[in-house]
């Protein structure tokens, strides 16, 4: 079966430090991968999205940055992060036409 | 204009209501609608799909009106454990979520 993996599950980082958060899929190959924020109280924001290796899509500019360096691995970075990069990251693969499958989600808090 | 807007609520119901939540969306060329529920602090699940002809799964019952480009969720006898945010979820290219309506269903 298809599994999605996410961590750290809670972080908590100063101004200006580096961020990197990884997501890892299992029971499938060349999924669509995407990474969302969620800031307090308000809906989901779509940061970043890859059809496969290599292939990065920015919804908005911002603080960050996505790779995929594997077919099932998708990783969201920051060189320096702000206060406003706080919030609830989540990681998605497309499971087609039946919608997306979330991970468990990291919980940022930068201080 | 937001791509999928919904009331946030919160709809504060006693167990046993019934309650039904609304959803717009600007894209008409929107290709597929789903609910998701998000407990707090949990990722978000799909619930249920949305069809054209309006679909049930046990309490809930959704709804989609492509012409007016609203979508609907209804659900019948609250439990305690429906307490959730409700995400209405319009998919494009790729999903876009409303900022969800948040339900609480008290003894």
């Known amino acids: 079966s298809q599994t999605i993996h996410q961590w750290p599950a809670t972080l908590v980082q100063p101004v200006g430090s580096p961020l990197s958060l990884e997501c890892t899929v299992e029971g499938t190959s060349n999924p669509n991968l995407y990474w969302y924020r969620q800031a307090a109280g308000r809906g989901l924001q779509l940061l970043f999205y890859s059809v496969g290796i290599g292939q990065i899509s920015s919804e908005v500019p911002q603080n960050l940055s996505a790779s995929r360096p594997q077919d099932r691995q998708f990783i969201l970075s920051s060189k320096k992060l702000l206060l406003s990069d706080s919030g609830f990251y989540l990681c998605a693969w497309s499971t087609g036409f039946y919608g997306y499958t979330f991970g468990s989600g990291t919980r940022l808090t930068v201080v | ?107």
């Open chain 2, 1 to 107: 204009r937001k791509e999928v807007e919904q009331d946030p609520g919160p709809f504060n119901v006693p167990e046993g209501a019934t309650v039904a939540f609304n959803c717009t969306y600007s894209n008409s060329a929107s290709q597929s609608f789903f609910w998701y529920r998000q407990d707090c602090r949990k990722e978000p699940k799909l619930l249920m799909s949305v069809y054209s002809s309006g679909n049930e799964d046990g309490r809930f019952t959704a709804q989609l009106n492509r012409a007016s480009q609203y979508i609907s969720l209804l659900i019948r006898d609250s439990k305690l454990s429906d307490s959730a945010t409700y995400l209405c979820v319009v998919r494009e290219n790729d999903m876009r979520f409303g900022a969800g309506t948040r339900l609480t269903v008290k003894p």
